[in-house]
């Protein structure tokens, strides 16, 4: 019996699923003989029991995978071109009623205030989950970078917090920020890391109950030259089952048409791309009931301000 081994680059998500994949065509994983040279992110070895029987499901595969891509990219097209068509007459919508609702149009009573309020409101969410899925097409365009800069992260948690303030008051729950004593500032793209907690706050904000918690922490306390962001709440929580599943793309844990909280279900997985980047990875602990806590992992400035090695912590 031969064996196999295909060296690919990849994140240990496309991994997982490449495993998946293969097991489910009908081919028989071995435990890797010797580990992956560094150049290759991932490595699977095969047994094969007719090499050329294997080369030719392999192209086939190959060819199956291409398809996909192809799919793929049209997908992303068009959601860009829906989502760009959509936005234009939902921003007219929140203009007009703003206009009507600061009275230039003439008087208005304050029910009908209200009225205009909440339809500006729902617009306004509807916006929200627009740029999610312009935000989601960009990200798996390939030429998609990243701007590592010298970054403080109790800035960007500041921000963040600021823009979830007014949601935090209304389910009265508590937020706080621990960061740990002379913590390294990161290397890490502004805008990127703003996005990935912004959405891990949001969600933590979003399945916690009125009167919980939210809490930030950050320590430099693993890898050397590595920052880890921890995002726990007082909240639903996630069973164990669903820890890797809510990272796919469109993945909720509550898919049923009745579900009370309201998502494209993309946040997660755009998350992990700008977290994966970085270099770095990110993850879930979480028991049904009890909470959940969500953990990434950043670059970090070394002490003269030069960025430090980015090999994944989690390697
Ligand atoms: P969305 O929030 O738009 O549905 P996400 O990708 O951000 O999409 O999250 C995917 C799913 O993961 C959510 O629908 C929810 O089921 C689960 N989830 C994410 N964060 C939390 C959290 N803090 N507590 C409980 N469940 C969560």
Known sequence: MDHLRLYLQGDDSTAERLREVLVREGFHLVDPREPAPASARIMVELEASSPRDTARRIEDLERSVLELRNLDVAKSQFLTNVSHELRTPLTAIVTYGEIL???LLGEIAPRQREAIESMIGSCRQLLGM??????YARTNAPAIDIRPADLPLDEVVETVREMNASLLERKSLRFGCELADRLPHACADRDKVAHVLGNLIGNAIKFTPEGGWVQVRATAAGQPGWL??????SG?????EHHELIFREF????ASRSR???GTGLGLSIARRFVELHGGRIWVESRLGE????FFTLPSMEADGAPAAATD???
């Open 101 to 103: 609702r600061d009275g």
């Open 130 to 135: 627009i740029e999610e899925i312009l935000t």
């Open 228 to 233: 880890q962001v921890e995002v726990a709440d």
């Open 236 to 240: 639903i929580g996630i069973d164990r």
């Open 251 to 254: 993945a909720q844990v509550d």
């Open 260 to 262: 009370v909280h309201h």
């Open 291 to 294: 909470g959940s806590r969500f």
């Open 313 to 315: 912590p989690g390697a």
